[in-house]
């Protein structure tokens, strides 16, 4: 008996659209290779769901409110959708959560942005990730970091001769059916003779690409075998954020994902699918006419969707661009206070973990005591015990002297 593995992840986007042609396809792969090669197969599905869906293809920070198309977010029931997901896909294992576990794991990892901008985006693809190593490990049977939920299913045995990676948003073409050559090439790579030049076997991807002198590759949907899948996912997002090569803050997460891929020292491939009609899936986008049945159909849909969503990305990278571009005023104007202090003509007061740069004239002494008075109109007092400012109450002798000095 061979298997399949069918890894599912991500957010629940247009699963309603999908899920059907999930079992043509791989039905229709097994009854052919029963009936051609007279060999028996079987395919098991995994599933990690989360509950919510937010605007697709929407990588910048959740805080970045122009990236936002509000229709596309929708929050379902944990229950209902666990309860849908099984009926319509019938899988081996499943876990459905809400995205408040990733306020968990975004300090587990030590996340170095605020969790909101993960939860609400796909920022660093970090939800993407985290989804899909869930769903990896309810394939391998390891444990699961911070788990918000039950798993329903049981443990089966990792011994899977292909694995496909792949998301809700996918459409399947069981007529355009590609897995019969994907497994070939893959196990091509199991012989005696391969194993000398790809020792862990091969993954292949949909594209792979060179940007600026950087590898990239599509990770949503992919084909590996198990061992090349296992080693991919394996503590995955933890040496993504931890990598010294590519900074996943700063850079694409298809340039992440490839570089975490070299770093395994993995043997990986693009399969030939360059042409629109020489795919056998195809991502769905949010409100794709329901008349649409063809690869170029739902291709010419992607490029309308993204071609509008360029326009929200557009408005994110101008905020952000005056955002900086204010940063580095503020930058400025405090490295000129501070040699304004240098100089003697200002005083910094740290007060409240704050820096107020006040004039040297508005420092006053009273008896043995120094009072300053805020552009915030606060008048403190240096506390020699506690080595800090303090405010001066309206009752106080200080205030009432200071307040005295100055209108004299």
């Given at each position: 008996?061979?298997?399949i593995a069918?890894?599912?992840s991500?957010e629940p ?6 899920y059907?042609?999930v ?8 009854e052919e290779?029963?009936v ?9 599905i995994?599933i990690?769901a989360?509950t919510?869906?937010?605007t697709?293809?929407?990588?910048q920070?959740?805080?970045l409110?122009p990236?936002h198309?509000?229709?596309q977010?929708?929050t379902?029931?944990?229950d209902?959708?666990?309860?849908d997901?099984?009926?319509k896909?019938?899988?081996?294992r ?6 408040d576990?990733?306020?968990?794991l975004a300090?587990?990892y030590?996340?170095?942005?605020s969790?909101?901008?993960i ?6 693809a970090m ?6 190593e869930r769903a ?5 049977g390891?444990?699961?970091?911070l788990?918000s939920?039950?798993i329903?299913g049981?443990d ?22 590609k897995?019969?050559?994907i497994?070939h ?7 005696d003779e ?14 792979v ?6 590898v990239?590759c599509?990770?949503g ?20 954020h931890d990598?010294k ?9 298809h340039?992440a994902f490839?570089s ?6 993995l043997?990986m ?7 629109t009609?020489e795919?056998?899936?195809i991502w769905?986008m949010?409100?794709?006419p329901p008349t649409?049945r063809?690869v170029e159909?739902y291709?010419?849909?992607?490029i309308?969707?993204?071609?509008e969503?360029?326009?929200r990305?557009s408005k994110?990278d101008?905020l952000?661009?005056k955002?900086?571009q204010?940063?580095r ?6 490295r ?9 003509v ?6 409240k973990?704050?820096?107020h740069?006040?004039q040297?004239?508005?420092?006053k002494k009273?008896g043995?005591t ?12 240096w506390n ?5 400012w303090i405010q ?7 205030y009432?002297k200071?307040q005295e000095?100055?209108?004299?």
């Amino acid at each position: 008996m061979k298997r399949i593995a069918i890894c599912i992840s991500g957010e629940p986007r247009m699963y309603d659209h999908t899920y059907q042609h999930v079992h043509e396809y791989f039905s229709k792969f097994v009854e052919e290779r029963t009936v051609k090669d007279h060999e028996e197969w079987s395919y098991d599905i995994f599933i990690h769901a989360w509950t919510s869906t937010s605007t697709a293809r929407n990588y910048q920070r959740g805080s970045l409110l122009p990236g936002h198309a509000t229709k596309q977010k929708y929050t379902y029931d944990v229950d209902e959708l666990r309860n849908d997901l099984i009926q319509k896909y019938r899988p081996k294992r499943i876990l459905v959560e809400t995205k408040d576990v990733l306020h968990d794991l975004a300090n587990y990892y030590q996340i170095k942005c605020s969790s909101e901008d993960i939860v609400t985006s796909n920022f660093l693809a970090m939800s993407q990730h985290i989804s899909g190593e869930r769903a990896a490990y309810l394939k391998t049977g390891k444990d699961i970091i911070l788990p918000s939920n039950d798993i329903i299913g049981d443990d089966t045995l990792n011994d899977y001769d292909i694995v496909v990676k792949t998301r809700f948003d996918v459409r399947f073409f069981s007529d355009m059916l590609k897995l019969h050559d994907i497994f070939h090439e893959i196990s091509r790579f199991e012989s005696d003779e391969a194993l000398e030049r790809t020792p862990t076997g091969m993954t292949y991807f949909p594209s792979v690409t060179i940007r600026k002198g950087r590898v990239a590759c599509e990770f949503g949907h992919f084909w590996s075998n198990n061992k090349q899948f296992d080693m991919i996912y394996d503590s995955m997002f933890r040496k993504l954020h931890d990598n010294k090569e590519v900074d996943i803050y700063e850079s694409c997460h298809h340039w992440a994902f490839a570089s975490h891929c070299l770093a395994l020292e993995l043997s990986m491939r693009q399969w030939n699918m360059e042409l629109t009609e020489e795919r056998d899936f195809i991502w769905v986008m949010p409100n794709v006419p329901p008349t649409c049945r063809t690869v170029e159909e739902y291709n010419n849909h992607y490029i309308n969707y993204k071609n509008e969503h360029s326009k929200r990305m557009s408005k994110c990278d101008k905020l952000i661009a005056k955002q900086e571009q204010a940063h580095r005023e503020q930058e400025q104007a405090h490295r000129e206070k501070i040699s304004l202090v240098k100089r003697g003509v200002l005083k910094d007061v740290w007060y409240k973990d704050t820096a107020h740069f006040v004039q040297r004239k508005s420092l006053k002494k009273i008896g043995d005591t120094d009072v300053i008075k805020l552009d915030t109109n606060d008048i403190l007092k240096w506390n020699n015990s506690s080595g800090k400012w303090i405010q001066c109450s309206k009752n106080s002798y200080e205030y009432k002297k200071y307040q005295e000095m100055v209108e004299a």
